[in-house]
């Protein structure tokens, strides 16, 4: 299983960016979809994630602001990121899982300059 990540980039305070993740290599449609971030100096961290029937969940720092998605017949998982801060910026990592099988994207930067 494969996955690229792209997306990122920098962007002022209060901006938006959206970062998609495409998976190759095994039925995506089967995978709960994660996104984590980690931040220079800190512990990477669960931002936003979404199972393989559609039920999401958001971590309270980004409650409000991002909105995880998945197209099936694309293989995409999406993460819309709104009302951006500085202290989102970070590394965003995609993450596929099934059962006790998991797989990590290269990581994808986001700057947010105040």
């Known amino acids: 299983v494969q996955l690229q990540a792209s997306g990122g980039g920098s962007v002022q305070a209060g901006g938006s960016l959206r970062l998609s993740c495409v998976v190759s290599g095994s039925i995506f449609s089967l995978y709960t979809m994660s996104w984590y971030r980690q931040a220079p100096g800190k512990q990477r961290e669960l931002v936003t994630n979404?199972?393989?029937?559609?039920?999401?969940s958001l971590a309270d720092s980004v409650k409000g602001r991002f909105t995880i998605s998945r197209d099936n017949a694309k293989n995409t998982v999406y993460l819309q990121m709104n009302s951006l801060k500085p202290e989102d910026t970070a590394v965003y990592y995609c993450y596929a899982r099934r059962g006790l099988a998991g797989y990590w994207g290269q990581g994808t930067l986001v700057t947010v300059s105040s």
């Open positions: 979404i199972t393989s029937d559609g039920s999401t």
